[in-house]
């Protein structure tokens, strides 16, 4: 979708300030900065309130990614009028409701679809301080690399898809945890520490979501791979075979792109690889202001992660051991 709309001849719009190529788009309404957003995912778990309140996390990371906060939210549905009754859409609202609520945002409206596979997304409307607006690009040589949540939430939605695990296994339990875990105090943490660059790590994993932030400058990441956190459980299920698809597409797609050192096995690079839902923020921080953000993210009681550094390079990846 961002390549086709980049190749499309678009009119000049002085109010766009961030267009496609970010998380989100942003545009400027007299002193007030709108940020704009759409996500859509399929269920990862049986519940409906649960899936609908995982759905409204996952569709307000991108406000989040830029520093913003979400204000209001359009619901879209896609479902089977005859698979799927008035009580089960209930629930799934409900959980996308709350959800919201918890963000201080409200759900205003929607718009559902016939559709034989289910599938359930919000369009976000956010603010954001127009001088404070987190990018996706602008990581500089010697920043330091931070993941605010564990990765594998991809690998457990397979699993259980596949009967290997249930919602109530511990494994499972961390990763709903997780993915309810909405990214609004590490947003603020990283607008406060004064970080470089900011992106979620979401449907391209982690290294796909990295290469975001180095495309086009001098920059490479390195990014250690014993330093990045992963759910409990998840190499022992990938060790079993068991990946989703998208991680396998997403490890192709990076190419020549991402540089493994020899040690890293194929299980490692499918984790990183893993396409995460309402995953954690990837940040680069100026070394200054690493100091700063651990304080913040202790008083906030934020767990984060120290992964990597940024060098000087070619937009490209490194993934050491």
């Known amino acids: 979708m961002e390549k086709i709309l980049r190749d499309l001849h678009h009119r000049k719009d002085p109010r ?55 204000v209001t939210a359009l619901a879209i549905l896609g479902f089977s009028s005859c698979d799927h009754g008035h009580g089960v859409i209930k629930r799934l609202l409900r ?9 201080g945002a409200t759900l205003i409206g929607g718009h559902s679809i016939e559709d034989a596979e289910f599938k359930f997304g919000l369009s976000v409307i956010g603010m954001v301080d127009k001088n404070k607006i987190l990018k996706v690009s602008g990581a500089k040589e010697g ?36 993915m309810l875990t909405l990214n609004e105090v590490a947003s603020r943490t990283a607008v406060y520490a004064g970080a470089h660059a900011v992106t979620d790590v979401t449907g391209f994993g982690l290294i796909g979501h990295a290469l975001n932030m180095v495309e086009g400058s001098n920059v490479d990441f390195v990014i250690s791979y014993e330093n990045v956190p992963v759910i409990t459980g998840v190499r022992k299920i990938i060790s079993s075979g068991i990946a ?39 940040i680069a921080l100026p070394q200054g202001r690493v100091k700063r953000f ?28």
């Open 143 to 178: 920043a330091i690399l931070i993941l605010t949540k564990p990765l594998g939430t991809g690998i457990l939605a397979s699993a259980l898809k596949r009967g290997v695990i249930k919602d109530k296994d511990k494994e499972m339990r961390e990763a709903i945890s997780l």
């Open 244 to 282: 989703p698809q998208g991680a396998h597409n997403n490890l192709k797609f990076y190419g020549k792109k991402a540089i493994f050192q020899k040690d890293i096995s194929r299980e490692e690079k499918l984790i990183l690889s893993d396409p995460q839902t309402s995953g954690g923020l990837l």
């Open 16 to 70: 766009v300030i961030i267009g496609p190529g970010d998380d989100a788009g942003v545009c400027l309404i007299g002193n007030i900065a709108i940020v704009s957003t759409v996500d859509v995912i399929t269920p990862l778990v049986d519940d409906p309130y649960t899936f609908g309140a995982i759905s409204a996390a996952n569709s307000m990371s991108d406000i989040y990614a830029m520093g913003g906060t979400p």
């Open 294 to 321: 651990k304080e913040l993210a202790k008083k906030e009681k934020m767990p984060y992660w120290e992964i990597g550094e940024a060098i000087k390079g070619k937009g490209r990846i490194v993934i050491k051991d």
């Open 95 to 103: 959980g996308a409701t709350d959800k919201l609520r918890e963000a």
